[in-house]
């Protein structure tokens, strides 16, 4: 019998009720793995208010004690890697060693949310009027959701529910459909951790689920990843809500190869960065701008990304794996028979990629355009999948203003040996996360993540210490204490004396 997914509503397993049920498969074969329910309205409502009765004790748990919580965490992720990239690789089809990566980064972040204590600490300024003092306290929130896609079945969940807990707060999780396995191992590890039940519910389903969970009077914060357009839906809804929202949304990534940068290095970042699993992150590199003669390297990057094979998840040789399902699949064919058909030049074609041994995978292999144009459809939109586009420009300044009129601001890269050129392309270009001889330039969590423009709809950014100020509210005291009944007069102004 195949496995059904189960919900996870105030520390227990449950069985949905519900007559919609969703295969989860294999992409690398198909393979009906697992049903993931759509859970009923009622089941949301059971998680949200398990959540909501969770919070009332947990808002007033000593920050120590959450802390711990998180440091009991980390370690068991850690014991656990390999497993949970198995788990990954079986439900994503990426190579198991992707799947690590996976999984680290997510830690990663837990790890960050141990130093709790320090990320939360308020500010204090004694006597700022006689004998009155004005210091600030951070506060949860209540009960938050994420709402998270398949390519980051371990990361992006441990970007938003340990950060929140460890703030004070309870969090209602919902995985994507396409892969739920993880997460609710990720959720079941946690409470191995010690979590109280309650404090981590996760509730499966489509877009019902999601509109349910967004405009629920108690839920105050939503934080999402996913693409443009449902993105700015989350954004529109949950603040019309008067929510606190952080969506994630879509990118295209461009990375900058000057004249003076190292060959083989750029030749090498390219590649990998592009194609890397199978173009399914938002921050993959999908157009390489070439300034001036470093055009000439077109040929040797094409023929790097001819050596890179896709293939099963335990295959040591394949570079990546299938895209998630056959309708990603045909996606991305369609743009690149578009880019085909508007006179791109296409010098490496993947569409007729075959994997031997897995004739039903989701394959597409590298794929590589020359020849493009601002107006065509495979630059102007997000692809996610393993093509990379090739633009050529005479300088340096072309290339800052060809991205800047970019709708997209997720991520850039540069190669070069410049450094008077690396500040100038820092300084001037209008993304958020900038790598300089960094192919994949996404930030380490002391830092945030910090996409701009239509990438992002939001004000605070993931994990970091943006990710305390989005799942916390700032309270500031203003206090005096009397020594003495001494009569001062009535003060009619707003100025303390």
């Not at 850690?78 to 992707?98: C, P």
């Not at 709402?147 to 460890?166: G, Y």
């Amino acid at each position: 019998m195949t496995q059904q997914v189960p919900l996870l509503i105030n520390g227990e397993l449950v069985q949905s009720k519900s007559e919609n049920w969703i295969p989860v498969t294999n992409p690398a074969t198909q393979e009906v793995i697992a049903q993931v329910p759509c859970a009923t309205a009622d089941e949301v409502e059971q998680a949200i208010d398990a959540a909501k009765a969770a919070f009332e004790d947990w808002k007033d748990t000593p920050v120590g004690e959450r802390a711990r919580l998180m440091l009991r965490y980390q370690a068991i992720l850690k014991e656990r890697q390999d497993d949970i990239a198995r788990l990954i690789s079986q439900e994503v089809g990426k190579t198991f060693e992707d799947a690590k990566g996976d999984v680290w980064r997510g830690i990663e972040v837990v790890e960050h949310a141990c130093n709790i204590a320090s990320l939360s600490m308020g500010e204090t300024v004694e006597n700022v009027a006689r004998k009155i003092d004005c210091y600030s306290i951070t506060q949860p929130l209540g009960v938050c959701v994420g709402i998270t896609p398949f390519n980051f079945p371990a990361m992006i969940p441990l970007w938003m529910f340990p950060m929140a807990i460890a703030c004070g707060n309870t969090f209602v999780l919902k995985p994507s459909e396409q892969d739920p396995l993880t997460p609710m191992l990720l959720a079941e590890l946690f409470k191995e951790a010690g979590a109280p039940d309650g404090l981590l519910q996760v509730v499966h389903g489509a877009k019902d689920v999601v509109d349910q969970l967004l405009v629920h009077k108690d839920t105050p914060a939503i934080s999402f990843v996913g693409s443009v357009n449902v993105g700015e839906h989350i954004y529109r809804t949950g603040t019309d809500k008067m929510k606190r929202v952080q969506a994630f949304a879509g990118a295209k990534n461009h990375m900058v190869v000057m004249p003076d940068a190292s060959k083989n290095q750029v030749v090498n970042s390219i590649a990998g960065a592009s194609v890397g699993a199978a173009g399914q992150r938002c921050m993959a590199i999908s157009v390489a701008v070439f300034v001036g003669e470093a055009r000439q390297w077109i040929p040797e990057v094409r023929d790097a990304l001819a050596k890179v094979r896709p293939g099963a998840w335990d295959d040591p040789e394949a570079g990546y794996g299938p895209l998630i399902n056959p309708q990603a699949r045909e996606r991305v064919l369609n743009f690149i028979q578009e880019g085909k058909d508007a006179g791109a030049e296409c010098i490496l074609d993947g569409s007729e990629c075959v994997v031997d041994g897995f004739p039903d995978g989701n394959w597409v292999g590298p794929t590589m355009f020359r020849g493009v144009t601002r107006d065509m459809s495979i630059y102007q939109e997000e692809i996610f999948g393993p093509v990379l586009i090739a633009l050529e420009v005479d300088t340096l300044e072309e290339a800052i203003e060809l991205i800047n009129e970019n709708p997209y601001g997720n991520g850039t890269s540069m190669f070069t040996s410049s450094g008077a050129a690396a500040r100038k392309y820092q300084h001037e270009i209008k993304v958020g996360q900038v790598g300089i001889n960094v192919p994949v330039p996404v930030p380490l969590p002391m830092f945030s993540f910090t996409g701009w423009r239509k990438s992002f709809y939001g004000d605070q950014h993931a994990y970091g210490k943006q990710a305390v100020k989005f799942y916390t509210e700032t309270k500031t005291v203003t206090a005096r204490w009397f020594e003495d009944d001494i009569d001062t007069g009535v003060n009619t102004t707003i100025q303390l004396k």
